[in-house]
Nanobody, 123 residues
Framework: QVQLVESGGGSVQAGGSLKLSCVVS?????????MGWFRQAPQAPGKEREK??????????IYADSVKGRFTISRDNDNNTLYLEMNSLKPEDAAMYYC?????????????WGQGTQVTVSS
């Protein structure tokens, strides 16, 4: 059974930092997969999750404009773990953050999702 377990969320003040982790079960390897972080704000429960950072199998990374320069996605393939370092957090960054493991290296196709970790940012 494939499991993605996020952790590292919490409550911080604006300007603070958090580092999220996503540990992927050994039933799959993240080495050649595209991996991503998404988020869903509490005030938008019906809206599609926002893609905020992607790391594809070539090592390329893509960021949403809203987090560019503040967030950094990284991966530890040996430990099957994805990270998201978040700096200079703003109240609008408050959301449930989800990890996603694609079935392909090019960020298309089926995927697996984690259960999410909550981030709260106070002004």
């Amino acid at each position: 059974q494939v499991q993605l377990v996020e952790s590292g969320g919490g409550s911080v003040q604006a300007g603070g930092s958090l580092k999220l982790s996503c540990v992927v079960s050994r039933s799959i390897t993240i080495y050649w997969r595209c991996m991503g972080w998404f988020r869903q704000a509490p005030q938008a429960p019906g809206k599609e999750r926002e893609k905020i950072a992607i790391s594809d199998s070539s090592g390329s990374t893509i960021y949403a404009d809203s987090v560019k320069g503040r967030f950094t996605i990284s991966r530890d393939n040996d430990n099957n773990t994805l990270y998201l370092e978040m700096n200079s957090l703003k109240p609008e960054d408050a959301a449930m953050y989800y990890c996603r493991a694609y079935s392909r290296g090019d960020c298309f196709g089926d995927s697996y999702w984690g259960q999410g970790t909550q981030v709260t940012v106070s002004s």
